[in-house]
């Protein structure tokens, strides 16, 4: 067991140029299983970003902020592919992508052979194998150790990036007393389930909180001046969050950054992933001297009442409300017990209903062993997208989708699956491959913004354009039967 204070650091991060005034900083935390090979390297690190700015015809800090992307990956065969292709999409004028580091952690299936046949086509992709999975933290502490730029990315290999998420992620980092930026999670799920109203609800409130008290976390952006987090973390991005904020950097919290995942579509994958959560956040509490804001119940309970449009609005809600904070109690008493009885949650279970990430396309006529899903964002013309006008404009957004829904069904095969998932946001799953999903997603968008809609009870027509994006994923082939071969 071993204690720094931020003072202990400065010798690593002074050097590359890129700490605040310290001086009056002296908050410690406890670092445990910091291997003694990571001694020094931010030292190493400075050094080598220096080299990458420095070198002719590299890109520069000005006018695009130079990152590494960073995505932990355990058997994620199905989506690391197309998470790779859309994030080296990612494209802005704040940006320059300058590798993408992929840490494949005790994968046993075809995710490390994936990986290195993209890295022969694209100089940018790394790929660093760990033959024992040890955990997330140990992949990232890996990933940290050879990332080289000066801002560091972690994305997930199971969430679907906005195609301008990256540079508002790393548009902030202009300001140098920012150290860190945190985007905005909205969850696919289908809302008009229990389960669905119990995950949307949650990523609301932490969006709400989030805008007062930054808690980041499912993509995340950081100065490159911490050499690891401790290895027994359950919460690698509170971890995270706590040494920047020790070290006098600013935190920002970005809800234009959007990133699309799925939550649990189960009780039992809930409760163990609300459970591993809070165990963690305890832990660092006590370990690392940081409290995420989600901690406190008050300013959630005051969230909730703030959102009572989407909460509290029906019976129904009521009821599902109700049920969402019962489990999410439950979850925090067995997370309390978990970190009293010294349970780790380091190494994860997985979740595996969040990695059955559904996919919103239509179905092609042909037989296709694909999957994909299309996100829709519906934009109302006229919308100012700020805190003032964001409760009218979410309302309308969802009357918009409700009343395009019936239409958009209408157009589509029954197989294919359509849903609302939050406010204005739309998802189809389908069985097609990218191609096809292509065809799709253009076909809803052009029905869209040629539909006549009016919102309010005045009828007041507004003009809707449409943003989407789509993931694919590998699907078993259907088993064939009798009837299917038409014998």
Same mark, same amino acid.
């Given at each position: 067991m071993?204690t720094?204070?931020?003072?202990?650091?400065q010798?690593?991060i002074?050097?590359?140029g890129l700490?605040?005034a310290?001086?009056?900083?002296?908050?410690?935390?406890?670092?445990?299983d910091?291997?003694?090979?990571?001694?020094?390297?931010g030292l190493?690190?400075?050094?080598?970003?220096?080299a990458?700015v420095a070198?002719p015809?590299?890109?520069t800090l000005a006018?695009?902020?130079?990152c590494?992307?960073?995505?932990?990956?355990?058997?994620?065969?199905?989506?690391?592919?197309?998470?790779l292709e859309?994030?080296?999409?990612?494209?802005?004028p704040?940006i320059c992508?300058?590798?993408?580091i992929?840490?494949?952690?005790g994968?046993?299936?075809?995710t490390?052979?994936?990986?290195?046949g993209?890295?022969?086509?694209?100089?940018?992709?790394?790929?660093?194998?760990?033959?024992?999975?040890?955990?997330?933290?140990?992949?990232i502490?890996l990933?940290?150790?050879?990332?080289v730029?000066?801002?560091v990315?972690?994305i997930g290999?199971?969430?679907i990036?906005?195609?301008s998420a990256?540079?508002?992620?790393c548009a902030?980092?202009?300001?140098?007393?920012?150290?860190?930026?945190?985007g905005?999670?909205v969850?696919i799920?289908?809302?008009?389930?229990?389960?669905g109203?119990?995950?949307?609800?949650l990523?609301r409130?932490h969006d709400?909180?989030?805008?007062?008290?930054p808690k980041?976390?499912?993509v995340?952006?950081?100065r490159?001046?911490?050499s690891?987090?401790?290895t027994d973390?359950?919460?690698?991005e509170i971890?995270i969050?706590?040494?920047?904020?020790?070290?006098?950097?600013?935190?920002?919290?970005?809800?234009?950054?959007i990133v699309?995942n799925?939550?649990?579509v189960t009780?039992?994958?809930?409760?163990?992933?609300?459970r591993?959560?809070?165990?963690?956040?305890?832990k660092v509490?006590k370990?690392q001297k940081?409290?995420a804001?989600?901690?406190k119940v008050?300013?959630?309970?005051?969230?909730l009442?703030n959102?009572r449009?989407y909460?509290?609005?029906?019976? #129904?809600?009521?009821?599902w @409300?109700?049920?969402?904070?019962a $489990?999410?109690?439950? =979850?925090? *008493?067995q997370?309390?017990y978990d970190?009293?009885?010294?349970?780790e949650?380091f190494?994860?279970q997985?979740?595996?209903s969040t990695?059955e990430?559904e996919?919103?396309?239509?179905?092609m006529?042909r037989i296709c062993?694909?999957?994909?899903?299309?996100v829709?964002?519906?934009?109302?013309?006229g919308a100012q997208?700020n805190?003032?006008?964001r409760?009218?404009?979410?309302?309308e957004?969802n009357?918009?989708?409700r009343k395009?829904?019936?239409l958009?069904k209408?157009k589509m095969?029954?197989?294919?699956m359509?849903?609302?998932?939050?406010?204005?946001?739309m998802?189809?799953?389908i069985?097609a491959?990218?191609?096809g999903?292509?065809?799709v997603?253009?076909?809803?968008k052009k029905i869209?913004?040629s539909?006549?809609?009016?919102v309010?009870?005045?009828g #007041?027509e507004v003009k809707? @354009?449409?943003?989407y994006s789509? $993931?694919?994923?590998? =699907?078993? *082939?259907?088993?064939?039967t009798?009837k299917?071969a038409?014998?």
């Open positions: 071993a720094y204070t931020v003072n202990d650091m010798s690593d002074v050097g590359a700490a605040p310290l001086e009056n900083t002296m908050a410690t935390y406890t670092v445990k910091i291997q003694p090979d990571r001694v020094g390297a190493r690190r400075s050094a080598a970003t220096a990458l070198a015809g590299s890109p006018p695009a902020q130079v590494s992307i960073g995505i932990m990956a355990y058997n994620e065969e199905a989506n690391i592919a197309r998470t859309s994030v080296l999409a990612q494209s802005g704040s992508i300058h590798e993408v992929v840490v494949a952690s994968c046993t299936d075809r490390i052979p994936i990986v290195t993209l890295a022969a086509q694209e100089p940018r992709i790394r790929l660093l194998v760990q033959e024992r999975r040890e955990g997330k933290a140990s992949a502490n990933f940290l150790k050879e990332a730029s000066p801002v990315v972690l290999a199971d969430v990036p906005e195609t990256m540079e508002f992620l902030p980092f202009k300001d140098p007393t920012i150290g860190m930026v945190g905005r999670p969850p799920n289908d809302a008009a389930t229990f389960m109203h119990a995950v949307h609800l990523w409130l709400r909180v989030a805008r007062i008290h980041l976390g499912e995340i952006a950081f490159n001046v911490i690891g987090i401790p973390s359950a919460v690698d971890s969050q706590a040494l920047i904020s020790q070290l006098g950097y600013r935190l920002i919290y970005q809800p234009d950054c699309y799925k939550g649990p009780v039992r994958d809930f409760l163990k992933q609300r591993r959560i809070y165990a963690g956040h305890i509490l370990q940081y409290e804001s989600t901690m008050s300013p959630i309970f005051r969230q009442i959102a449009h909460a509290l609005s029906t019976p #129904r809600q009521v009821t @409300t109700l049920g969402a904070m $489990l999410e109690g439950y =979850a925090r *008493a997370g309390r970190y009293w009885r010294k349970h949650h190494i994860w997985a979740v595996s990695k990430l996919a919103g396309q239509y179905k006529r062993n694909a999957q994909s899903v299309i829709f964002r519906l934009l109302l013309e997208h805190d003032v006008q409760e009218r404009e979410e309302r957004a009357e918009v989708a395009l829904l019936p958009l209408s095969r029954k197989e294919d359509l849903s609302i998932n939050g406010p204005g946001i998802t189809a799953v069985r491959e990218q191609h999903a292509e065809l997603a253009q076909r809803i869209v913004e539909a006549p809609v009016r309010d009870a005045r #007041r809707v @354009t449409i943003a789509s $993931l694919t994923f590998a =699907a078993p *082939a259907p088993t064939m009798t299917d038409g014998l």
